[in-house]
Each structure stands twice: as C-alpha cells, then as structure tokens.
C-alpha cells in the first residue's frame, strides 16, 4: 500500500518541496531505501549518504536541508524534528502491514463470566482472565496472557503473548506490555525474627497511567499497603525491576536491565542507562538522567547527567590499579607525610 | 471482618494496654490508619506522628511505649518485635481478604493421569502437569503453570500465574513462587573443542526446603550431575539468577537482580543487595552481608558487611576521578620517587 | 542401559587400555563414581582422587595417563580433549535416560491450519502456533510455547516449556531455548519530541543460526529495520539481554544477566562473564574476553581480557577508598604540587 506525500503532510505537518502526489510504499534507511520509499537524514555524518540515496523522498530539518544543496534529486520533507516525523511515517506504514486484529474471545481463551470485556477487543488463545477484570475497547490481549481479579485493562492498549497482569492492577489507553512481563508480584517486605524472615503481605496494587510501555520480561511488583505508581508516557525495557511503592514520574525512560528498589520516587523526563540501580527510598528529581552501569545510593536533587562505574581496561592493567584502589586509604596518608616533610624542608631551608 | 484486640494477644502474644474486646478492622500506616483501624510504630522517627494518629490501636516496643507518653489516646499492644508482630496481624488480615480458593482442578488443566494432586489442591486453569509429578495438600497452583515429570510440590504452596517448575525438582511447604520464574532450567555446561562448544548434559535437580519465597522472572538452574539446594526460609526477590549446584543457605534473603555463578556455597542468614554478584566456586560464610552492586570475587570467610561499587558522581566530575584511576598504577609510581626524592633530600640536608 | 567401551571408542574416537567390551552404565565425578561407571579426570588437582576412585574406567589425557601411573587399576579411555570427551559420553547416557519423545500436536495446542508442523514434531499442550509458522523434523515444543506468526523453528530444535518466539523470528537447527526466554520482543527505539517519546516501529527480525541455546527468561529483541544477527553455536546462559540489531558471532558465550545494547556488533569465540555490559553501537573483536561485572563504554579491536568492576573489601575499608576515588582530580593535583616543589627545592639544593 502506497501514501502520496500530501497525505503524510495533512497527518503529519511538515513543509514539502517536490510533488506532492508522488506515491511512496515504506520508510528505509538512506543507503537501503528503494527508489518507490521515503528515507531520513537525521544524523549530520550521513550528509554524504543523503546525496547518494535512491529513495523518492526524504524527511530532514531546516538545516539539513539547506546543507544537502541540490546534490539530491528526490522530494523533500522539512520539519523542526525529522527524527520525530520519521517514527511516525514509520508508524503509520507498520499499521498498514499489521495482521488484521478480530475482535472477540478466542474460544480456548477462560474469561470469567463477570470479567467485562469490550465487544471491539481481542482475547487470544489460552488468555485468562479472572473474576471483575475489565477490558477496554480495542484492546489487543495475545496468546497466553494472564489478567487478575478485578485487575483493569486501557483501551487500545496491547499485550504481547504472555504478559501476567496480577489482580487489581491497572494500565491506561495505548500501553504496550512486551511477552514476558510479569506486573503486580509481590514486593519484597519481611520482618526479621531471631534471624528467619515473616512475610508482610503486599495489599497495594500498580497503576500505570497512559501510553506506557513495558519491556519483555519486567517486573514490576505490588505496593505494601499503598500502591506502585507509573506514570504516563513511561517507557521501561527488557528485564527491569521495579520494587514496591516506587514513583516513577511521566515521560521517563528506562534502558534494558535497570533496578529500582522500593519506595524510590523517580521524577519526570529522567533516563536511565542500561543497568543502573536506585536503592531504596531515594528521591530522583526531574530531568536527572544516570549513566549506564552506574549505582545511585543517595538522592539527587538537581537535574544532570550522572555516572558511576569502574573504567574498563586490559584485565592486566586493571589488575595494578585495583591494587592501587585497596590501598588507596594508605596512599593519601603517605601524600599527606610528604606533604608534611617537604613543608618543613621548605621551611627550615627558609630560615 | 473485624477482630478483637484480644483475639490477637491471644494468637500473637504482646501485652495489651486498652479495651481487650475492641474491634478493629485492618491495619495501616500512622498516618493514613482510620479509627477503626490499627496501626504500628516501628521508626523512632515516626513518633510525632503515632501521637497524632487516629488508629484506635497502636502496636509498639516496650521503649516506645514509654517515649511515646500520654499523647496518643488508644489501646497499645506492646511487644518486643512490633515490625514481626505487625508482619503476622496484616497476614491475619490479607488471609481474611484473599478470595477462596476452591480445590480441585480446573477443565482446562492438562494433568497426567500418573500425577498425584491432592483432593485438597487447587489448580487453575491452563496449568500442565506431567507424569508422576507430586502436589501436596492445600497447594495453590495457579493458571498458566508448569509442572515437568516427576517434580513435587509440598503442601500449603503456592505458584503464581504462569511458574515453570521443572522435571524431577522439588518444593517443601509453605513455599511461594511467583510469576516467570523458572525452576530446573539447565544449567550453563559447556566443554570448549577448537572453539566450539559442547553442552554437559544437566541432570541434576534443584532442591528447595520448606518456607522458601522465589520472586518474578527468577531463575534457578538444575545442577549438572549433583543438585542444586535452596535451604528452608530461604528468600530471594526478582530477577534473581542462581547458578547450577549452588547451595544458599538457610534464611538467607537476596534482593532483586542477584546472580550468583555456578557452584556457589552461600551461608546461612546472609543479605545481599540490590544486583550483588557472587562468582562460582566460591564459599560465603554465614551471616555476610553483601551491599548492592557489589562483584563478589573471591570466598569471605567471615561475618560482616562487604561493599565494591564505584561512588556515584556528576558525570563531568566522574569523567575527571576515572581519568585518575586509569593511570592509578603510573599515580603510585610517582608517589614512589617523590618520597624517594624527599629522602634523599633529607638526608643531605642532615648531613 | 550399559554400553560397551568399544562403543564409546567407535563413537568419540580416542584411545581405549584396557578391556573393550567391558559395560559401563554411567558417568559420574571420580568420587562418587560406582564400580559399573565411567569416570573423568580433567582437572590436574584431582589426580589423587582418580587414584581412588571405583569407577570401571576413567577418561583421562595423555599425559594424566602417564602421571596417574599404576595407582588405578581400570581402564583408560585417552584423549586429547577429555573435557569435551566427558560432555559427550555424558550426553549419549542422559539421551538414553531422557523421556520419549511423542510425534504429533498435543488436542489441546491451537494451532493454525496455515502452520506447517513436520509429522516428526512434538508439540506440548497449550502451545499456540500462528499463521503461516514452520516447525521442522523432530523439533520438540513443550507445553505452553508460543511461535508466532512467519516464524521458523529448524529441525531437531528444543524449545522448553512456555518460550516466547514472536512473528518472523527463525532458528536453525539443533537449537535449545529455555523455558521464559523471549524472543523477537520490540526493541528499545523511541524520538523523542518536546520531552514525549514518540515509538519507532520494530519491524526486523531475529535470524538465530543453527546450534544456538538460549538460557531461561533471556530476551532478544528483534531489529529496528534491520535484523538482530545471532551466528552458529553461539551459547547464552539465563537472564540476558540483547538489544535490537545487535549481531552476535559465532560460539561466543555469554554468561547470566549479561547485557547487550542495541546495534552492537560482537566478534566470533568471545566470553562474557555474568553481569557484563556492552554499551550500544560499539565493535568487539573476535576473541575478546569480559571479565563479570565489567562495562564496555568503547569499542574493543584487539583480542584479549578486558575487566572494569570496583575491587570488594570489608565496608568500613570501602567508605575510606571511596572517600579518596571521590577525591583522586583533587590528589592528582596535590601530588603535582609536591613534585613543583621538591623540584624546586632540588634546583636550589644543587645552585
């Protein structure tokens, strides 16, 4: 199925220059797309590229554009975000090439009979879902998935195959929950006793706003007494663990195998790199972004990019300046003796 | 339902200051608990705000109890271990409020005719359960689950949503697994011919006492020809990686993102944080405490807390200190000639 | 079952002492090996124990055979590899042990009339297979797996019960998944716009090769526009992560809880130790080896041990070296200072 560059304008905005009834069939890279596809110049190093591509059209910026000269032939896209205007061409062209979704429960699927499910969402084969749970309209519920008493489901929201949405929990409109997946578990509460732990019950829920994505296979687990909060716009990974009660604030991003331990409130608009861990009962402001790799064990509250891992290094190398490291403490003690030292030789040498 | 306070004196023990024939109907936090309600103070910091609660009860410490005066109005139960005393009556409440579970099993279960699941049993929809697989009484396995050939399962247990547990492993009682995790997968074997590699066939078990808790998407391997053994009381979180032919001893607990390598013999009543990592073939005595993000490397032999993780700093301020430990070794060196220099100088100037 | 010795030299190759039709009925570590089975002595630490060992007869190398002497009376079975010799025997034993395999699809998987399963296949219960999927000769799906719709499973490949195989996904031949590990899930791929994350559409695939195992609850995410790339042999252990695009050469191995951001490309016969981390985009040579723990932040063009993880100590040691790695720009500089000095009292000494 072919869009005619006018079209993608009226949806999308943007300034085109060339023809507006010319038809394109996909979105491809600048060195692989065809001559009936769109392409992107949205990395300054691919100028070079640009000039070279076969595609019939390309979405870049204002800049770019004046940059590229005539060297390129094709239509041309301008937007203040090309990068942008890309996902959502893209977006558009893989709806098109979507199998077709059915409304209606698969016959293997197990709904309880007081379970409310919209007359336009899909309930895939082997899904169960238990007593009071709601579904929303156009919901997309894969193959296999498990949604908990009373737990509700957003409209248009889609879980892949084998997503486990424990009782009571709640997703809002357009969320993706990626296979795997296993929200509202148990958060880790014990109190000791003489050495053996005694379970403290896990009675809040999770309550996922809005156009939230979750990774394959991440967890997020159950508040204690209140509830574990994500708010809209979130986007977590693969393998991410979430403790009990955390906050997490809107528009936040999470890379693949993150760990935020309880009743850590994380602000908005923060990143994380990949395997970044928060303890517990931190505060994260706003617009922090943590590097990869890297332990937050205070809070932190002033925006910016924060890091802490060991640098890596031939393992030799890294073998003597680990010796250094263990030493360190006798290291400073020696700078200050010299210090001391070559302060009374400069002195005595002064007198 | 609600209870009296007598009632839970007489099940829980603690000394009871007030009406013993009060009812109360749940348990919450100081600040959030109602009149009807009980609540408890387990944080010396939270002692103004127990004296403006508005529980009708309050579970406390004999210390407490005495710093707090008489500023809060209603019943006390005073106990040595108020967080413990707290653990067992939201228990008590959470029993009261969990759905029945119905024994039998349901249509949808595939069930070998050679397993044996106890009348008492409850097993939800779309499990499987293969030859000769055990399920004791009162055990709780819920939808979606695997049972491989041969495993068992003790009494009182309970699986979550979509648990794998695999052949020939086996469970005590009263153990709780949740959602994604998988029990008995193969461990990692392999013997490396001209680069290629060959897989060790895993033919072990894993072995798990009573009381045990496995969080969401943990796994435990199989040993490869031994087994691998989780003893009683045993807690672990989410996302835990536990390799084949470990032993972890008795109530020791791990929070989530553990992973602990092959061979592994971990103590009894250790702590290891937030994704601590413990290589294989190593010994851990009991009681080591390991801090989150901590690279365990060689065995620890003694009781105590163990810490290795890189402080966290502002990135431009980390990017600066890694530069230093990057040539730490080279740091060490100079330091060396200064102080040989120093010497010397002193020694010509005592000349 | 017991097989002859000659049998396992007309097999595996290598060099029998001793009687050739004497029967072994399993293999076993030297100290607990029966008078009926067969032993391995690979480790040059436990040559004492092979001299006390009851197993009819042990494998061993050449020179272990000459340095073990007269002390064991049984046969010898002499290779160059007995490492890789033992995993052998040890799979023909437990292939012997393993269940039968039953060809056909279980009533109770759904699977669709497009689907093309091979007669010689075994599919579990519960199993869901979608449009248009292909699994080859003698492949083994357990209960509860999910192949999506394009997808193809190569023949006599393993999927354990309840693996998640999305859309257009394929792996070849000989290939062993673990029970929760999910592949060809979204990878991570957001623009971002005034703060929101706009998705880019995952639209490429998973091509896993043949002889491939992946580990319980590891994800793989299928390509952006392009395919994630996993080579022959490769081997990866539980709880991975590998992000879009990445391309994996042939038999690296990688151990539990490692992560691999998008779009990097790892050479042929690399390890990485559990807890590794690649940043995104990067180069790995073949041959390269991560040590656990480690964070690769920038390519890696030559073979060899790369290792950056902060060195354990008891805490209180770790506060006072963390207080110094806080401090080390600041130490750097000192030290500095004291060589301008003591180079400047050294000129003056020798004026």
């Keep these: 199925m072919s869009i005619r560059l006018a079209e993608l304008v009226a949806r999308f905005g943007g300034q ?45 910026s204002v800049s770019e554009n004046a940059l590229l000269g ?8 301008v937007d203040d975000n090309p990068y942008a205007y890309f996902a959502r061409v893209a977006q558009l062209f893989a709806a098109q090439n979507a199998p077709a979704v059915m409304p209606g429960i698969h016959p293997s699927a197990c709904v309880a009979p007081s379970a409310m499910i919209a007359s336009s969402a899909s309930i895939g084969a082997h ?19 498990f949604i908990g008493r009373g737990a509700k489901v957003g409209a248009d929201t889609h879980f892949h195959a084998r997503v486990t949405f424990q009782a009571g929990c709640e997703i809002g409109a357009r969320g993706i929950i990626h296979s795997g997946a296993v929200i509202g578990s148990d958060g880790f509460g014990f109190a ?49 663990q979430i403790g009990h009660n955390c906050h997490i604030g809107a528009h936040t991003a999470m890379a693949g195998c993150v760990g935020i331990a309880g009743s850590a409130v994380i602000g908005k608009y923060c990143t994380f790199g990949g395997a970044a861990m928060v303890l517990g009962h931190l505060t994260i402001a706003d617009k922090v972004h943590i590097s990869s790799g890297s332990m937050v064990t205070r809070s932190i509250l002033e925006p910016g990019q924060y890091t802490g891992f060991y640098p890596l290094a031939k393992n030799a190398d890294w073998e003597k300046t680990a010796a250094v490291v263990r030493n360190l403490s ?19 040498n002064n007198e």
């Design 16 to 60: 085109l220059i060339g023809d507006a009834d010319l038809l394109v069939s996909g979105i491809a890279p600048l060195d692989q797309a065809s001559s009936a596809q769109l392409t992107f110049l949205t990395n300054p190093k691919l100028r070079a590229a640009a000039a070279q591509t076969k595609a019939a059209a390309i979405i870049l």
């Design 127 to 145: 899904v169960v879902i238990e007593h009071n749970a709601v579904v929303g309209s156009n919901a997309l519920i894969e193959a296999g998935c």
């Design 70 to 77: 005539d060297v390129y032939a094709g239509a041309r896209l």
């Design 192 to 240: 000791n006793e003489r050495g053996a732990w005694i379970k403290i019950p896990q009675t809040g829920r999770v309550m996922i706003a809005d156009d939230v994505e979750i990774g394959a296979n991440t967890c997020i687990d159950r508040g204690a007494l209140a509830d574990t909060i994500i708010e809209e716009g979130v986007k977590l990974d693969n393998q991410i």
């Design 330 to 348: 006798k290291m400073r003690e020696k700078i200050r003796q010299l210090e001391k030292t070559v302060k009374s030789i400069t002195e005595k």
